[in-house]
């Protein structure tokens, strides 16, 4: 028999759920804000989409992201209506049930779970790809199927053993790497001035194309700010945190991700490569503000922030499949519950697979390190990165081109005549001649 969890509403059609074998009324408004916030991985966003947008938007990269923070809110305060009346762990399955014929409720519900489930997919995939950038060489000896799995295997272990512990780890992950991402962003402003940067609300230069499209991508930043709406059963006063909860992570993710756009595009004026290609824009910029030690800390706060939304996935899709099989559309088994953690056990298991086996039909889900430089060494076809992984080559660009090292993830992929025009004079002609006779005579020419 299963117990209820108290709620409360002003109107009249408030929904008095069932806990499931959940932990009824165990998380705070804080924690419960944690799942949305950790959902939507804010500190990822800076490093990864940030820059995505910026080669869309160009310098319209901020007012993108406040066109996507205005179509988000709008989404948030419908969702945070039928909140106020119906609490449960289905969240837009159970309001759709309530509200369309079954037949629509099912479509719903497994769109949700596919969605969670890709979702956290995707994050993994973005793991695995920052993992390669933070670890350096050494990530050419570490399997990309081990990092996956892993990070897979941990969070559906996490999200197995009890909510409040994964609530309290996404809350502190996701607050440190947000503070230190905040940090690097000031000092950034503090450096250009603190002046109102026109350029990048001057809409006579701004394409109107790119500001749309870059718009679009900018929504996917907040994608999982409903996510809170599967704590209907593990919440407090659900009918009062979880729309709170689902508005006020939108909008402390938009502020965050609007001063971030602006900061970013901002510190990369003058810099020797763009935005839109830099692997690691939030390491450049510390390096750029003086603390290279705070761009390392960011770097592994992102990566493990990308475990919490990982964790924070699996966690809402093992709540939406808890309902689901309670109401007859998936096996009877995913209805049980941990009898000790009061975790719905065995839909957690499936969400954590289903996420892994999507990320394994992608062919190739991360880009391996580059290999070193062998043969003839050219500076207008061998890469900056095979260039530096080969001990003898790196001795070259040390000498020619002292400090390039702070610039490696940006320009890894790029030839050294290619980033010449965008070295500001400090790679010319003749500077190309001295290296490329360096390199032959390295190499024994």
Known sequence: MHESTATLSDGPKTAVSPSFGLRAGTLSPLETLAQ????????????????????????GTCLAYALALGLIVLVALCVARFARESASPGSLYEYTRGALPPAFAALTAWALFFAYAMTAASVIGGFLNYAYVFLGPLGRYIPAALLASGSAAVATWVAYRDIKI?????????TISVVLIACV???????HGLHFDRAQFDLHHISLGGLRLGGMLAIFSFVGFESATTLG????????????????????????????SYGEVLGFRGAPTSLATSNAPMRYLASRAGISTAGVIIDAGVLVSMFAATLACVIAASRVLL?????????????QTHRHNQTPAAASVVAGLAALATLAAVPAFAQAPAAPASGPMSVDKTTIGALWANPTSKAVLEKDVPGIDQYMDQIKDMTLAQVAPMSQGAIDDAKLKQIQADLDKASGK
């Open 185 to 191: 962003v000031a000092l950034t402003l503090i450096s």
């Open 166 to 174: 994964s609530a309290r780890l996404m809350l502190w992950i996701e």
């Open 323 to 335: 309902l689901m099989a309670h109401n007859g559309l998936a096996h009877g088994r995913l209805r």
């Open 36 to 59: 949305s916030v950790s959902t939507i991985a804010p500190s990822t966003s800076p490093t990864l989409t940030v820059p995505l947008v910026f080669a869309l938007a160009g310098d």
């Open 233 to 260: 059963a593990e919440a407090r006063e659900p009918l009062r945190t979880i729309p709170r909860a689902v508005i006020g992570s939108a909008l402390l993710a938009g502020v965050f991700f609007l001063v971030c």
